[in-house]
């Protein structure tokens, strides 16, 4: 099914405004699973098991919808590229906790190399996003995605960084309007020419430098 032009964009918009907060997502859901129990009285955090009562280093619920999160990425990222052949990256291949039949989650890691993980494939996706766009083939899935997306961070506010929808911009090199922010951990870490590979950095780390 053929997706109008400007429908195609929207809908590509749409897709990359999104993907761009699951690493930010993922990163702040780990570090809720890691942290949240210094808080608490963990000795009121248990597992019954064989008469026992083991106490849980972390908070459950955040490790788990953390995995759901990144789980659907990745299943999603693995149709994308069965339906585009562009060949998807190593975490889309291996880097995940798998059940038996498919990807249940994240590997056992640190919260910045969820972070990273989840990144890598988000950049995939996001240079597949007009292909995504105009495949009808995909059917509901990109919807399935962000429907997750959206429900973390209902259910996991976090206060930074805001995400505002953006347009590419000209290049002052090639001229190409491919110019996409770059994201880390703290935020907005620079921009790069998706055309010619020119990067920027913003303009207080350039002073720093």
Not at 36 to 51: E, K, M, P
Not at 140 to 149: H, K, S
Not at 176 to 194: F, N, Q, S
Request: hydrophobic content about 35%; proline content about 8%.
């Amino acid at each position: 099914m053929e997706v109008p032009m400007q429908a195609e964009q929207s809908r590509t918009e749409w897709l990359e405004w999104h993907l761009a907060q699951v690493p930010f997502q993922v990163l702040h859901m780990r570090e809720l699973a890691e942290h949240t129990v210094r808080a608490q009285d963990t000795s009121a955090v248990v597992v019954d098991g064989s008469g026992e009562k083991a106490r849980l280093p972390f908070n459950a619920s955040a490790a788990d919808d953390a995995d759901l999160l990144y789980a659907t990425l990745v299943l999603f990222a693995q149709e994308v590229q069965e339906r585009t052949g562009n060949p998807a990256p190593r975490p889309v291949r291996a880097r995940q906790w798998r059940g038996r039949d498919e990807v249940q989650g994240l590997p056992s890691c640190r919260p910045d190399e969820a972070f990273a993980l989840s990144t890598e494939i988000v950049r995939y996706l996001t240079a597949s996003a007009h292909q995504i766009a105009r495949d009808g083939g995909l059917h509901d899935a990109p919807e399935q995605l962000v429907d997750t997306i959206r429900k973390m961070r209902g259910r996991y506010p976090r206060a930074e960084p805001e995400f505002k929808a953006y347009r590419p911009r000209p290049c002052t090199t090639c001229g190409e309007r491919t110019v996409l922010p770059l994201w880390g951990a703290d935020g907005l870490a620079g921009a790069r020419c998706d055309t010619c590979g020119q990067t920027w950095q913003p303009p207080d780390r350039a002073e720093a430098t």
